[in-house]
């Protein structure tokens, strides 16, 4: 009977534990303030902050920065404008002289001072007109010659028996003189011989209407094995 009993009985102490030390300090704790309606709203409904107002940066010229407009009637000396009492330069400012002209210079040595034009270099001369040269026959007689000098034979073409005809174009000037000469038919061996001997000719002037003129001979070089001269 007696350990039936002995649940109820713990059970029963706690209870009046709980009653006797709990419920007094339970009543001893203040509730938590409620947060004030009228703040929250006043939260809740709070308007966004405004932008920043654009400003505009407005930059105005000075007078002394643009270039004068009408022509003034002196140019004051440099000497006599007078100083602004915070030291700044008040040329060019309202009531100061124009700029754009150096002081002490008068504007009618922009206007009446003579412009410098730079000449483009002459052309350089025509080339010299090329004479024409004729060939004789009809009224232009063949040129006389006056001085004759004959070619000689290379030793290297008469040790190879090279012999043979060598034709040679001459163009002879108003003088008589061989200007130029031209191969037109050839022995290798012998050409130079032919050439060297038919620029020491030399030839009477050929007229033509009494004024000397230029000619074209054709000169033939005949090499024969065993003469050392033409």
């Not at 009046?16 to 509730?31: H, K, N, R, W």
């Not at 040790?159 to 200007?179: N, P």
């Not at 002037?205 to 004024?211: F, I, M, S």
């Amino acid at each position: 009977m007696r350990l039936s009993m002995l649940p109820v009985s713990i059970t029963a102490h706690a209870v009046l534990f709980a009653v006797v030390m709990i419920l007094p300090l339970a009543g001893s704790i203040e509730a938590p303030t409620p947060w004030p309606a009228s703040r929250l709203s006043e939260f809740m409904t709070a308007a966004a902050a405004p932008l920043p107002e654009q400003v505009e940066i407005v930059r105005t010229a000075r007078r002394s920065d643009l270039a004068p407009i009408r022509q003034p009637d002196s140019i004051a000396d440099s000497t006599d404008t007078p100083a602004s009492p915070t030291g700044r330069d008040t040329t060019g400012e309202a009531g100061g002289p124009e700029v754009g002209i150096p002081p002490g210079v008068s504007l009618d040595t922009f206007n009446t001072s003579p412009l410098t034009i730079v000449e483009p270099p002459p052309p350089p001369p025509p080339p010299p007109p090329v004479q024409r040269a004729y060939r004789p026959g009809g009224e232009i007689r063949e040129p006389r010659k006056v001085r004759d000098v004959p070619a000689i034979y290379p030793e290297v073409a008469r040790a190879a028996r090279i012999h043979g005809v060598v034709i040679l174009e001459a163009t002879i000037d108003e003088r008589g003189f061989v200007t130029d000469a031209r191969v037109l038919r050839s022995i290798p061996l012998l050409d130079s011989a032919a050439l060297t001997a038919l620029k020491q000719w030399r030839y009477t002037p050929t007229l033509l209407n009494g004024v000397p003129v230029r000619v074209l001979m054709t000169v033939t070089f005949r090499f024969s094995l065993g003469d050392h001269d033409l």
